[in-house]
């Protein structure tokens, strides 16, 4: 169906296992993507293939439960598509820039601005799946019944349940902010773009995930604190 111009809807049956590459690329008409969700627990798990859905006109988005594979740029140059909802269950495999066109010149832009966990969201990195160096990612709304998503109700910033690993960092967010001290992970895209003039890492994180501090452009200063614990794990950037 690549370059098909007269698809405007595509409602995708439970019982599809894949979804090709460039399958429906370049379907400038193309606006909504329905997945039926699978009524037997025994269907197969759905991959969405490489630029399957490049470059269409798609306007929102919702993962089924069953979809487990989604690889890269599968949804990206859809620059209506705003919204993301995320039902899937059990672990998610996401390729490079989902929602993002391929990168030129190191920059890759998605167009996402709100994601949705659901109470059967799995855990994953969300502004490095979703987040583009356009950084637009503005919105994360979490279940009140997912159990591995903690959202903070007092500055939205987004964490595992455990808070050991920071997720997003609201992109409006305003002035200094000291990480929780359980936190030993910063995942990918996290802070980007922020106005940051110094940060400070604390002692027990291990792990800083790729541009986690890109096009911070006010930044100044990275303080890396002292572990106090001489065994502690050591830091990878």
Do not use: M, Q
């Not at 269409?56 to 740029?73: G, M, N, Q, V």
């Not at 066109?101 to 659901?118: A, I, Q």
């Not at 490095?128 to 160096?133: E, H, I, M, Y």
Request: aromatic share 12%.
């Amino acid at each position: 169906f690549r370059n098909c111009s007269k698809i405007t809807k595509l409602i995708v049956p439970a019982s599809v296992a894949e979804i090709g590459v460039s399958a429906f690329e370049y379907c400038y008409d193309l606006e909504e993507v329905v997945f039926e969700e699978a009524d037997n627990p025994e269907i197969a798990d759905l991959t969405i293939a490489t630029k399957a859905f490049y470059y269409d006109d798609l306007l929102e988005l919702t993962f089924p439960k069953h979809l487990r594979t989604i690889e890269s740029y599968a949804f990206g140059g859809n620059s209506r598509l705003k919204t993301v909802t995320v039902n899937s269950e059990g672990e998610l495999s996401f390729g490079t820039g989902v929602t993002s066109d391929e990168s030129s010149y190191g920059y890759s832009y998605s167009y996402v601005t709100t994601v949705n966990l659901s109470d059967t969201a799995s855990l994953f990195d969300v502004a490095g799946v979703f987040n583009g160096s356009n950084n637009k990612l503005e919105t994360i709304n979490v279940s009140p019944e997912n159990e591995v998503y903690y959202l903070n109700p007092v500055d939205g910033v987004l964490y595992n349940k455990e808070v050991t690993k920071i997720l997003y960092y609201p992109l409006n967010k305003k002035g200094n902010f000291t990480l929780p001290e359980t936190v030993t992970e910063i995942s990918a895209n996290v802070f980007t773009g922020r106005d940051f003039v110094t940060f400070t890492v604390g002692k027990n994180v291990e792990f800083i995930g790729e541009n986690a501090f890109g096009k911070c452009l006010s930044l100044k200063e990275v303080v890396f604190e002292e572990a106090d614990n001489p065994e502690i794990a050591d830091l990878t950037i």
